[in-house]
């Protein structure tokens, strides 16, 4: 597996917001101005055919529509599914009100698109590929998933935005690589992981490979003077194969 992190940044920091590519066609949360990103980037975007959607924050959906128009434009029929939490699709028609009136069923007609919502923890099996979702706790958001993806015995797993909480400790446990919200300088909240979170992560866990991610500014500054072994502060486009 080859995953690129497109983005690694937080609501407020001056780089992308958290977003991941694998193989080039799954995108792990489509932030807003996600889309645009991956084409400065050079990526083609037609070649999305499955995005995995941590929860319903508007950083972490909000250009779904954008990759929606994008297959409508080019009269693009590849399939393209969307594993996400139960609601989405009640959003995503929002979100087309708002921005794009009377075109959420001309889109839809015209693309080739499933949705799979869930509630809690599930398995999906795309041809080579199987994709474990797991509940995390991100404050009040419910639904909120990390997700394990699995390809030829490698896994890499995503925490989403989530407090340290078991379902951490299990992601890092079942992956080879395991991309983790560090959006605080030092203690965690009930929301979000910090510095000090990742730091008892990457003892607990020496074997194994952490990226940060979701990272406010002061975050990934304070991560960048204090080096941890197998903890990786990823650069633009960072790309890492298993």
Do not use: W
Request: proline share 3%; glycine share 8%; charged share 25%.
């Amino acid at each position: 597996m080859k995953i690129n992190i497109i983005g690694s940044g937080s609501i407020g920091s001056g780089v992308m917001s958290a977003s991941y590519l694998i193989d080039d066609h799954i995108l792990v949360d489509v932030p807003n101005g996600v889309i645009k990103y991956l084409k400065h980037l050079n990526y083609d975007i037609l070649h999305i055919d499955t995005i995995l959607i941590t929860h319903l924050h508007g950083d972490h959906f909000f250009d779904l529509p954008f990759l929606m128009l994008g297959k409508y434009f080019n009269h693009d029929k590849t399939l393209m599914k969307v594993i996400c939490p139960y609601g989405t699709v009640r959003k995503l028609k929002y979100l087309f009100r708002l921005g794009f009136p009377y075109d959420f069923r001309k889109v839809m007609n015209s693309i080739n698109i499933e949705f799979i919502e869930h509630k809690s923890r599930s398995h999906t099996q795309l041809g080579e590929y199987l994709i474990e979702s797991r509940n995390v706790k991100h404050g009040k958001i419910k639904p909120a998933f990390g997700y394990v993806v699995h390809k030829e015995g490698k896994k890499v797993g995503f925490s989403g935005d989530s407090k340290y909480c078991p379902s951490i400790d299990k992601i890092v446990e079942d992956s080879d690589v395991s991309i983790l919200d560090m959006s605080l300088k030092a203690e965690g909240n009930n929301s979000h992981m910090g510095y000090l979170d990742i730091k008892d992560i990457c003892n607990k866990y020496k074997e194994k490979t952490i990226i940060a991610s979701h990272m406010h500014n002061s975050a990934r500054e304070v991560a960048l003077n204090n080096p941890i072994s197998n903890l990786i502060i990823p650069s633009e486009n960072y790309e890492i194969n298993l």
